[in-house]
């Protein structure tokens, strides 16, 4: 029995459409995302034979592989909920407060999550994350999958900027991605991210 698994979309690949294409989600999800389960399964077997057979010399590419596809399988299981064809507009309600709080309005934010998303250098993230040691919203960079991201940090909203993402339908255009994007962004699911987050206390991590 493996430990993690692909998750289905909740939608059709088409589904998101013009925004982003059909073809694109069906091999960023079919294959790529499949391509992370599949390798966290195999660094969980590997590290269990590592200790079976007392063997720790490849312990630190073992490391490495858990972080990048543990990181590349659980940010897409955010990533697909994220978005939906009934997505767009703007957040509303206590999330909608917060963003206003924090970064002085929606346009704000958005314009700081965009100039985020677009100086990614090479592959990585921008995430809209809640930090609940300091019980306050950041937007930061995740670079790859897994680096720089300190763990009192919970994402409520990631856009990837790998090339993958985007690059069959935008080809280098990553500006027009970016704001196309927000045509299918979820704020039902991210409002619901936002309320588990805000749940978890500093004491679980301090």
Not at 17 to 39: D, N, Q, R, S
Not at 112 to 119: D, M
Not at 123 to 147: C, E, K, N, Y
Request: hydrophobic share 40%.
């Amino acid at each position: 029995m493996t430990d993690y698994v692909l998750p289905d979309l909740p939608y059709d690949y088409s589904a998101l459409e013009p925004y982003i294409a059909g073809e694109i989600m069906e091999l960023h999800h079919g294959k790529h995302h499949a391509t992370y389960v599949k390798g966290i399964n195999t660094t969980v077997e590997q590290l269990a034979e590592m200790r079976d057979k007392a063997e720790y010399a490849p312990l630190n590419a073992y490391e490495k592989n858990l972080a990048f596809h543990l990181g590349g399988h659980v940010n897409h299981s955010v990533f697909w909920p994220n978005m939906s064809p009934d997505g767009g507009d703007k957040p509303t309600g206590e999330l909608a407060q917060v963003l206003d709080e924090y970064f002085g309005g929606f346009d704000r934010f958005r314009a700081h999550f965009e100039a985020n998303a677009l100086s990614v250098q090479g592959s990585g993230w921008s995430v809209l994350t809640w930090d609940v040691v300091a019980q306050r919203p950041f937007i930061i960079q995740h670079f790859d999958h897994q680096g720089n991201v300190p763990i009192c940090m919970v994402p409520l909203l990631m856009l990837d900027m790998w090339e993958h993402a985007y690059y069959l339908q935008y080809k280098n255009d990553k500006a027009t991605f970016v704001k196309q994007w927000w045509n299918i962004v979820n704020w039902a699911d991210v409002q619901q991210r936002f309320d588990r987050a805000r749940t978890q206390t500093p004491g679980l991590i301090l």
